[in-house]
C-alpha cells in the first residue's frame, strides 16, 4: 500500500460531497487541495488554491458545446463559465473521479457535477459515480454505467458532488476511503 500522504484529493470545498470527501480526507492524513476563484465562495477553507484569470481561461470551453454535451442550457452564462473553468482543474489534476450525485435517464450527470463526468470521460479517466436515488456505485465503461465497487487506485483524484448528501452517500465515500486506506 502506498504512504497516504503520497496521495491529494483534488475537490472545490463545496457544502456536501466536496466537504465530506474533505474531511475524510483530513482523517485519513491525505493531502487536499481545494480550487477556487476571486468572488466564488467556498464552505471547507482548507488548502484553497486561488486560481487567477489567466489559470481560470485555461479550462474554458465554449458553452455551446458544455451545453450540447450536457443535454442542457445553460442560462447564467459569466458564473456557470467560471465553475466549469474551476472543475477543469480539479477534474486535470486527478487521475480517478469520484462523484456522489444522480445519474440522468441520458447518462449525464445532475447539476454542475455532471461537468467533471463529462471531462472525466473526454479525458479518459475513470470516473466513478454514487447514485443516490439507488444507493449503488458505477462506473463509466464501454460507453455506458455499469455497477462497481469502486477502489481508490491513483494517488491523485478528484471528488465532486451534490450539496444535499445523504446519509448513504456520506457512507459511501467513508467506506471507498476505509477499503483504499483502513483505519483513520
Known amino acids: 500500500m502506498t504512504e497516504r500522504r503520497a496521495y491529494t484529493l483534488y475537490s472545490g470545498g463545496h457544502r456536501g460531497v466536496e466537504a465530506a470527501f474533505g474531511e475524510c480526507a483530513e482523517e485519513w492524513g491525505i493531502n487536499e487541495v481545494n480550487y477556487s476563484f476571486e468572488g466564488h465562495r467556498v464552505d471547507r477553507n482548507v488548502n484553497i488554491k486561488n486560481l487567477s484569470d489567466e489559470e481560470l481561461e485555461r479550462g474554458d470551453i465554449s458553452m455551446e458545446l458544455a451545453s450540447k454535451m450536457m443535454n442542457r442550457t445553460y442560462y447564467e452564462k459569466k458564473k456557470i463559465r467560471k465553475v466549469l473553468q474551476l472543475i477543469f482543474h480539479m477534474v486535470n489534476s486527478g487521475h480517478q473521479v469520484f462523484v456522489v450525485g444522480t445519474i440522468l435517464d441520458d447518462d449525464t450527470v445532475k447539476g454542475g457535477t455532471g461537468w467533471a463526468v463529462e471531462l472525466a470521460k473526454l479525458f479518459n479517466r475513470p470516473v466513478h459515480v454514487f447514485d443516490q436515488g439507488r444507493n449503488r456505485w458505477f462506473g463509466w465503461k464501454n460507453g455506458g454505467w455499469q ?23 456520506k457512507n459511501a465515500i467513508r467506506t471507498l476511503f476505509e477499503a483504499a486506506f483502513g483505519a483513520p
Do not use: I
Open 147 to 169: 455497477e462497481e465497487e469502486p477502489h481508490l487506485h491513483h494517488e491523485t483524484f478528484c471528488a465532486s458532488g451534490t450539496r444535499d448528501l445523504t446519509p448513504e452517500g
